[in-house]
């Protein structure tokens, strides 16, 4: 079967994200918004709640992988293919702070048949880089979507 081009394959990126994200209930309880999703690419928001600070009054960076992980997430579905994390590895570059609008942007740097790498960078709402994280995709049988 051919890949689908142009708004064909956005417009399935689309219903992908939208399908996986009523399944999501992580992300949804961390409220996490998706922004924009392409094909191999989504962008997903977050608001730095007073509950996910850690004990330096920062927010956790098991919380900022979170996100990352989601963006990513949604970057490798996109093209309608069940695709789950087979690594990911982040590095934190600046604290979080309660209040904070974080933006993870992933895109897809290379994909095969079963495998990707995904670049991921989490920045805060003045477009400081606050994480970069990269995982590593696997594609498992079935679809995201069959709508």
Same mark, same amino acid.
């Given at each position: 079967?051919?890949?689908?081009?142009?708004?064909?394959?956005?417009?399935? $990126?689309?219903?992908? *994200?939208?399908?996986?994200?009523r399944?999501? %209930? +992580?992300?949804?309880? @961390?409220?996490m918004?998706? !922004? #924009?999703?392409?094909p191999?690419?989504?962008?997903?928001a977050?608001?730095?709640?007073?509950?996910?600070?850690n004990?330096?009054?920062?927010?956790?960076?098991?919380?900022?992988?979170?996100?990352?992980?989601?963006?990513?997430?949604?970057?490798?579905?996109?093209?309608?293919?069940s695709?789950? $994390?087979?690594?990911? *590895?982040?590095?934190?570059l600046?604290?979080? %702070? +309660?209040?904070?609008? @974080?933006?993870?942007?992933? !895109? #897809?740097?290379?994909?095969?048949?079963?495998?990707?790498?995904?670049?991921?960078?989490?920045?805060?709402?003045?477009?400081?880089?606050?994480?970069?994280?990269?995982?590593?995709?696997?594609r498992?049988d079935g679809q995201?979507?069959?709508?």
């Amino acid at each position: 079967m051919s890949q689908p081009r142009g708004q064909e394959a956005q417009e399935l $990126a689309e219903r992908c *994200a939208q399908a996986l994200y009523r399944r999501d %209930r +992580a992300s949804q309880a @961390l409220g996490m918004r998706i !922004v #924009e999703v392409r094909p191999g690419q989504a962008r997903l928001a977050m608001q730095v709640r007073p509950d996910m600070l850690n004990g330096h009054d920062v927010c956790h960076g098991g919380i900022i992988f979170a996100l990352a992980d989601s963006a990513f997430a949604f970057a490798c579905n996109s093209h309608n293919e069940s695709t789950v $994390a087979a690594a990911g *590895a982040i590095d934190f570059l600046a604290a979080a %702070r +309660a209040g904070d609008e @974080l933006m993870a942007a992933a !895109v #897809e740097l290379w994909r095969t048949k079963r495998n990707g790498i995904y670049e991921i960078t989490v920045t805060n709402q003045r477009g400081e880089r606050v994480a970069l994280f990269r995982g590593r995709s696997y594609r498992i049988d079935g679809q995201v979507t069959s709508e």
